[in-house]
């Protein structure tokens, strides 16, 4: 079949977060099954030179979006089997941020309007179309009515996959017809409308064929008012098209053995190789460089519902565990501050890194023995597979893709692949900390056992891949 799939970042192009990695991953496996996959995306002003250089200048046009007329250029890119679209418009993309302006509706509604545009101009037809957060979100509602326009969308589908509904595109009712351009109606009967406001994922929701999430306990999840951000009436109105399909990774991407980012390669059959990636991991954040003293890690944005306040609450009895830590990322003030601070009050034992860094992130995955990630809540989460595939053993809170991808370890069989908390509570998490902890100092072959059984596991996209397939059949009837 084929497909469109449109987002608003995709990696290695352009990427902020998990969905870059999803969309830069998943074409790349439904390729592999046979399918003709194109990816859309806008031509951001952070997008390379490396990867301008390889692209094809196809055409412009105009897009109608409300009164405007606004200029689209396209630009084509082919990259291992999947064909990438580029949308041009310097007014709304050529921008230092990604998101974050007072325009991102309407630079989003354009770059919807450009994405059902482009196949008329380039005379291919989609069967689906596969819409990725808010940013696409308006892509299902046009489409309702110009596949009767344009003979192109005529046999096209929308499936829409949520990766975060904490952000859903929520803006005031005078977005409606002056920057987005649909009429009243569209907000009168419902369909838009959220408490007064236009919301464009509820739009999403209840316009597309068929609705995912990036993990089957996050979709079970999503039925509940505490995850769903006020759209849990939604998601059980539209339940008998609504489903969670794992995430992936790309398994040769985030590869011991072959990481160009490693001091020393190593795999599950021979681990050697990791005690020099802790070695020089202690070495560059300024650790005291000790092979025994079991080193936790942190990669994440540094925010509410990643868990941090469980953290900052707790860094007192962490670090009386007799531990090191390593915390890198960016995020709220308060929590940069309190790292900042526990940096001064353990010297040699806590460091913290308060940037976006990719090499060194793959470093800290390789170096640490624990990895710690105590989500408030986690649509999927792509660090824990990426620090199991490292053989750093995973302390998650059950809730999301965590509780989906980390069986507890159980002491009695030798099962698990991590551990795991319940309830959003600091001392629950230290709890589990202090047994990780334990198990890594007194005994060796059961720490061995954890990290293999993570190393080992098949977080490819290929199953994935096989289960959207199905969806996509679903939605084309």
């Known amino acids: 079949m084929n497909i469109l799939f449109a987002s608003s970042e995709v990696a290695p ?49 105009n897009v109608s979006l409300s009164w405007r007329q606004a200029y689209c250029g396209l630009f084509q890119l082919v990259r291992e089997g999947v064909t990438y679209w580029f949308v041009d418009n310097e007014y709304y993309f050529k ?49 309702l009515e110009e596949r009767y326009r344009v003979p192109q969308l005529a046999g096209a589908h929308a499936v829409f996959t949520i990766h975060n509904i904490e952000y859903q595109g929520r803006y005031g009712e005078q977005v409606l017809q002056d ?20 919301n464009l994922m509820k739009g999403a929701i209840l316009a597309s064929s068929q609705v995912t ?47 160009a980012d490693l001091p020393e390669h190593y795999s599950a059959k021979d681990l050697t190789g990791k005690a020099a990636c802790k070695a020089a991991l202690q070495r560059s954040m300024g650790l005291q460089e000790d ?42 003030w308060q929590y940069e501050e309190a790292f900042r601070s526990a940096q001064g009050q353990y010297p040699g034992r806590f460091a913290a890194h308060l940037a976006y860094s990719p090499a060194l992130s793959n470093l800290v995955y390789a170096g640490s023995d624990l990895f710690l990630m105590p ?49 959003i509570n600091a001392g629950d998490m230290v709890w589990v900390l202090r047994e990780a902890a334990a198990l890594y100092r007194s005994n060796k072959p059961a720490w061995r056992s954890l990290q293999k059984a993570g ?8 199953p994935s891949a096989k289960q959207y397939l199905e969806v996509y059949q679903k939605a084309m009837g």
């Open 213 to 259: 999430t990036v993990s089957p306990t996050y979709a079970q999840e999503l039925h509940t008012p505490f995850y769903a951000h006020g759209m849990d009436g939604v998601i059980c109105q539209q339940d008998g098209k609504f489903c969670g399909i794992l995430n992936g990774i790309d398994m040769d991407l985030y590869d011991p053995a072959a990481c």
């Open 95 to 143: 921008r230092a941020q990604v998101y974050g302006h007072f325009d991102d509706c309407e630079r989003f509604a354009f770059f919807s309007r450009a994405v059902l545009a482009a196949p008329a101009q380039m005379d291919w037809a989609p069967d689906i179309i596969h819409c990725n957060d808010w940013q696409t979100a308006l892509i299902p509602v046009y489409l």
């Open 291 to 332: 092979p025994y003293v079991p080193l936790i890690g942190c990669v994440s944005r540094l925010v509410g519902h990643k868990g941090f306040s469980l953290v900052t609450d707790a860094l007192h009895d962490i670090m009386g565990l007799d531990v090191q830590m390593v915390v890198l990322g960016t995020g709220e």
């Open 375 to 423: 989500s408030v809540s986690e649509p999927c989460g792509l660090s824990q597979l990426i620090a199991m595939r490292f053989g750093s053993v995973p302390v998650v809170r059950e809730t999301g893709g965590l509780k989906d991808t980390v069986p507890p370890y159980n002491k009695y069989t030798g099962e698990g692949r991590g551990f795991t908390f319940t309830n």
């Open 179 to 198: 920057v987005i351009g649909l009429d009243s109606s569209y907000f009168n009967e419902g369909m838009l409308a959220y408490f007064g406001d236009v």
């Open 13 to 61: 192009f352009i990427k902020t977060g998990g969905l870059a990695d999803v969309a830069g991953s998943l074409p790349q496996a439904l390729v592999k099954e046979g399918h003709q996959v194109t990816v859309i995306l806008p031509l951001y002003q952070g997008i390379s030179q490396f990867w301008r250089d390889q692209m094809t200048f196809l055409k412009h046009f």
């Open 455 to 462: 190393m080992t596991a098949d977080f490819s996209w290929g």
